[in-house]
């Protein structure tokens, strides 16, 4: 556990209902200061909510939050000068044009950074003299993102910001976060697009049903998870059907195929070198084999209930 | 006909969505109907006593401004319905205009029709839809009322007449509607277009009434609303003069079908012009942001008020002189005089000007719910604006604007009734006259600050408690009501200014209901979740 000026946002046991639902479930999440932060789960998991109680604007049933060594309720309003938040559905006012949405929101802020802004506009390609009815869904996600990363902020929050990007605006996107690393800022950034998380995030947290799944590096996390091997051996794949950690193993003559737990790794490959290896491809797990585990039960679930439903 | 195609899904989903509030407006304006025509029709049981009526208001140009001429002096149903044909048939057409757009620009707006558009769903179904829901709403809407009056006691011929003559108003304005969701951009300034037609067509059928036989009386002609009133219900009931607004409305549909493949999904005709690249020195908190959002409308209302307040103040002196026959005299000599009668009009209509600005006040005070549930709020209040302050910022410019509203039409009215009397003292009693309708309208922009702190999603409670107050007041004193409950309308404490005794105990009472229900909507606010959408 990490002392408390070193967390930017630490929440633990946050519980959220709304009527009958319970949308946070005993959600627990750290973010420590100067990271950039994945927060991962599939649509409804939780993760807008959980953003709105940091930014005090739901009220947690149960459960503590501080957010920059503060009471995300009680301290909102100091609280939100010192960071920015891009919502993952940018609304504008029709009549407001994009540069005066810009400007307003960094002056609600702690301020704006009017070079950083200018920056901004170029890289990300935006024309600031639009009005907000006449951007498109990409455009209007451009505008909270240029509003939030020209601020002078400490912590940024973005819920899915690049929902609506196309791929060489995403790439800008990467590059500015990287900047803001740099910089020593913090980011949560909530998304379910895995590939980015995984080029952008120190540490990842994954939501399931409004509780925390699984929190650590990306390195850690693969640990708990299987690498998928191919070989070509110089004789019989003796043994490797007995031997523990192994999964989904094929064999056809000398080639064998499997996947193997990444903490049984020594021992699988001790015993793949004692038959001989004549060709080897291993590929680490990727975040998105991390995520369909966690969610496979999910989907099981989703399948037989859509299933029953068709049946019925 | 392929451009039609998934027309019938979405009337289906247009019934699906508005089967309330459809059901409730239609119900607002057969029980209107009705409800007048039940309560006057005892009231006038011997042709003299109806043809002197008559006479009274054809003889006030005032009233023949506001609702029209009566041609046949000894009928019933024409007198009874003097007050709704031309009036009514404007809030028919309102009616109109909120369905139309709210199923086109507004969906298109929203980008929901994006998502609809991209289904089987052809070109032209979305406005195709649109009209079909808004016609057959319009011709329930006129059956129902024609059934209401016949059940009321008026002559059934007139009654059918009266029903179709409201319904075909409502028809002509789909029309207009449809070309103007095409023409702009965003659905607040497609309804703004056409209720500025509305207006300007009022006004031209106005013109044609009072003009005199020798005058411009044709310009009532050029007027959907002179054409409802040209049907004359229960005066000869002229059927063929139904044909007009259905040819208007088959002409202005085909224009904004021709203009609907004219133009690309979600853009208007008029092009959307490049604003400034940076925000101005004002743009820098809610309160400037709240005013950039509103000032448009308050510029719109006090214009409006303006010309109301100038129109009253004008006419008013007219009022007593245009009352020659012997019994409209003894009237006056009871009111008190001359003087006792203007007072009395000025009184009723600056009355009338305090319902209308609570709509003002109320639209306003609501805004904050339309920011809230369209997430337009959300952002804002994750930077430093606290909540008070930005729920405030809206709530202060409805009760500066209706101030500033009420003040430009008591200047207005004041000036030009003085400009008549060559009496310099009533500019002041009127302007005063003017201004005591403020804590009033207060009340009602109050209730719908609560009702957004409190409970959000009945948010429409500043409406239902606006229209409840509306029907308590010209309905009470028909139905003879017991003052108490009379007196639950905000309304029946204002002092009849001009003229009446002038107390400030029930205005105080006015201010601080009002500022107790705001504060009571700026706590709730502050405590509850946000967005509720």
Known sequence: MNAPTDTAISVSGLVKTFGNTRALDGLDLTVNTGEVHGFLGPNGSGKTTTIRVLLGLLRSDSGAARLLGGDPWRDATTLHRRLAYVPGDVTLWPNLTGGEVIDMLGRMRAGLNKQRRNELLERFDLDPKKKGRAYSKGNKQKVGLVAALASDVELLILDEPTSGLDPLMEEVFQQCINEERRRGRTVLLSSHVLAEVEALCDRVTIIRLGRTAETGTLSEMRHLTRTSIAADLAGEPNGLGTLAGIHNLEVEGTRVRFEADTNQLDAVLRQLTSIGVRSLLSQPPTLEELFLRHYQDDLRNGQKQVGAAVSS | MSALVGTGSLVRLALRRDRLMLSVWILIFVVTAAGSAGATVGLYDTVESRIQASAAINKTPSLVALYGLIYDESSLGALSMIKLGAFGGALVAVFSILLVIRHTRAEEEAGRLELVGSTVVGRHAPLAAALAVTIAANVLLGVLTALGLIGSGLPVS???AFGLAWASIGVAFAGVAA????????????????MAFLGVVYVLRAIGDTAGDSGPTWLRWLSPIGWGQQVRPFQGDRWWVLLIPVAFFVTTTAVAFVLVAQRDHAAGLLPDRPGPAEAGRSLSGPLGLAWRLQRGQLFGWMAGFVVLGLVFGNIATNVGSFMESPAARELIQKLGGVQGLTDAFMSTELGMMGVILSVYGIQVVLRLRSEESELRAEPVLATGVGRISWAWSHIVIALLGTTAIIAAAGLAAGLSYAAQTGNANDFGRVFVAAIVRLPAVW??????????????????????ALVAFLLLGEFGPLFELPQSVMNLSPYAHVPRLPGGDFTAVPLVWLVLLAAALTTAGLVGFRRRDVPIT
């Not at chain 2, 070309?179 to 056409?194: E, K, N, P």
């Open chain 2, 158 to 160: 007139g009654s059918v």
């Open chain 2, 179 to 194: 070309i103007a969701a095409q023409v702009t951009s965003s659905a607040r300034a497609a309804i703004g277009m056409a």
């Open chain 2, 443 to 464: 009340v009602l922009t109050g209730i719908a600050a609560a009702a957004f702190g409190l409970a959000p999603r009945a948010a429409v409670a500043g409406w239902a």
